[in-house]
T-cell receptor
Framework: DAGVIQSPRHEVTEMGQEVTLRCKPI?????LFWYRQTMMRGLELLIY????????DSGMPEDRFSAKMPNASFSTLKIQPSEPRDSAVYFC???????????FGQGTRLTVV | KQEVTQIPAALSVPEGENLVLNCSFT??????LQWFRQDPGKGLTSLLL?????REQTSGRLNASLDKSSGRSTLYIAASQPGDSATYLC?????????FGAGTTVTVRA
């Protein structure tokens, strides 16, 4: 398996634009997580899906953030409109089930100017 | 709420020296603890996962210990190499969420 695949690896966008980050989890994993990493706050959980259903989105900072998982092999994280303070590295992770070893993607480095 | 702390924040050692990285957590009711490595600009790579029933886990030069009662885990890296330079993070699950420490950035000098 190729592991968790995220795209794009880097994204530079202007403030106010819509940004969509994509994730393909490891086949067979039923738990998917979106994390954000910044120097100031470290790694923060944004949202957790189990069997494609959002279980906990309490970490989503604002209504400008939304996430979907239309099927077991694909998830998106959307920011609309984007702001400079959204600049961070966004990671997607998956696991066979919650509580066991999580596998992380390479991340998307987002810069909003 | 689970608080995870890693000390020191940074560590620089000469090649060949053994590394000792510390992780402490506030809620001892954990069922496992995971150590990750992160290289600059890269994702997180899982190194070791210790179940709550285990006291230690080994993989090559890496050995991780877990003391639930004291809320501590230690990652030992034997005979460090420049390639071990990275940030090491520990993570503890609370339900389905992983609570991460801020990490220890290790530099191994050749």
């Amino acid at each position: 398996d190729a592991g968790v695949i995220q795209s794009p690896r880097h994204e530079v966008t202007e403030m106010g634009q819509e940004v969509t980050l994509r994730c393909k989890p490891i086949s067979g994993h039923n738990s998917l997580f979106w994390y954000r990493q910044t120097m100031m706050r470290g790694l923060e959980l944004l949202i957790y899906f189990n069997n494609n259903v959002p279980i906990d989105d309490s970490g989503m900072p604002e209504d400008r953030f939304s996430a979907k998982m239309p099927n077991a092999s694909f998830s998106t994280l959307k920011i609309q409109p984007s702001e400079p303070r959204d600049s961070a590295v966004y990671f997607c992770a998956s696991s066979l089930f919650s509580g066991v070893s999580a596998f992380f993607g390479q991340g998307t480095r987002l810069t909003v100017v | 709420k689970q608080e995870v702390t890693q000390i020191p924040a940074a560590l620089s050692v000469p090649e060949g020296e053994n590394l000792v990285l510390n992780c402490s957590f506030t809620d001892s009711a954990i069922y496992n603890l995971q150590w990750f490595r992160q290289d600059p600009g890269k994702g997180l790579t899982s190194l070791l996962l210790i179940q709550s029933s285990q006291r230690e886990q080994t993989s090559g030069r890496l050995n991780a210990s877990l003391d639930k009662s004291s809320g501590r885990s230690t990652l030992y890296i034997a005979a460090s190499q420049p390639g071990d330079s990275a940030t090491y993070l520990c993570a503890v699950p609370l339900d389905y969420k992983l609570s991460f420490g801020a990490g220890t950035t290790v530099t191994v000098r050749a």
